[in-house]
């Protein structure tokens, strides 16, 4: 959290019409916001939560300062005007392209309301759903209202619809006849199906200069040094190790196990926690690279067999 009160951020914000209500931390993703209202020219509000540290836009704002800068850039999109706009023209662009997303549609057309909710369709992984609809460039925001999570979708225009990386279907194809459909966390290649391609570098760790396309042309030397093949469950499992990981320094161990080929169990704090250079502390962790870490423990009980 920013080292700053609210009294002093008001102090700042008050004179372009913006109340800070509260900073607050959503520990589940690893995103911060900050609880506004918003006054308009002509007295309309909108109170709600805006995030100012948000992997997916690359946003890590860190200071008063830049957060005046963002929220006085973004202000004029939560006129009643342009959230009227707004809910017109994304109903439009779903109803053209999106007519495939039979399961999704529902969870973004309750999120297009513009309000907090937490009234979603029944589903198997209502999580999945928002993770879809945040990867077609949508800022939505996050709290926990008693024992429920709701969710606020932001009339902030839609970004490119790339989600974290892009995987076309010839690229997947690709990555699993390179990586011979083996289940890296099972060293099996006995259940193929819904086998995904994860990166080994957390996308936690990401930044806006860390986030690269996945061309169809990419070599099989680096789809073997970028990704590894997990099933969802695992891939999920990895997500929550990696979150920790980020949010405590507490690196996490696979099957259990306290080893690491490089490093110790706690984040070296020279290295940076976001960006292509906290690649680096993830080196050593059995999650980072299954394959590599089981090859370096079998050769580290072979010759400290007795």
């Known amino acids: 959290m920013m080292n700053i009160s609210i009294e002093e951020l008001n102090k700042l914000f008050t004179a372009i019409g913006i109340e800070i209500l509260e900073l607050r931390e959503d520990l589940k993703s690893s995103e911060k916001y900050v609880d506004v209202r918003i006054i308009q020219d002509n007295g309309f509000e909108w109170v709600g ?38 809910q017109k023209d ?43 609809i945040k990867e077609k460039g949508y800022t939505i925001a996050s709290r926990r209202n008693g024992r429920k999570a709701e969710r606020l979708l932001l009339p902030i225009p839609r970004g490119a619809i790339t ?34 391609p994860d990166h080994k570098f957390p996308e936690i760790r990401w930044d806006e200069t860390t986030r690269a396309e996945n061309p169809d042309e990419m070599t099989e030397a680096e789809i073997r040094n970028k990704f590894q093949l997990l099933d969802n469950q695992r891939n999920q499992q990895k997500r929550e190790v990696c979150r920790k990981c980020f949010q405590t320094g507490e690196r996490g161990k696979l099957f259990g196990l306290n080893y690491y080929y490089r490093g110790t169990t706690k984040w070296d704090a020279k290295i940076p926690k976001i960006g292509k250079e906290a690649e680096k502390g993830c080196l050593g962790c059995g999650w980072y690279d299954i394959q590599q870490w089981r090859e370096s423990l079998n050769k580290f009980i072979l010759k400290n067999k007795k």
């Open 163 to 196: 989600g974290y990386e892009i995987f076309s279907s010839a690229f997947r194809k690709k990555a699993l006849k390179t990586l011979n459909h083996i289940n890296v966390y099972e060293l099996s290649s006995a259940n193929k199906h819904g086998l995904l």
């Open 90 to 132: 994304e109903k439009k662009f779903w109803q053209e392209n999106m007519k495939g997303s039979d399961v999704t549609i529902h969870f973004f057309n309750e999120l297009v309301k513009m309000k907090w909710t937490s009234d979603f369709p029944q589903n198997d992984n209502p999580q999945r759903r928002i993770q879809d």
């Open 49 to 86: 939560s805006i995030p100012y540290f948000y992997r997916r836009t690359g946003l890590f704002i860190e200071n008063a300062e830049d957060l005046l800068a963002h929220l006085t850039t973004i202000k004029n999109f939560f006129t009643k005007e342009n959230i009227a706009k707004f």
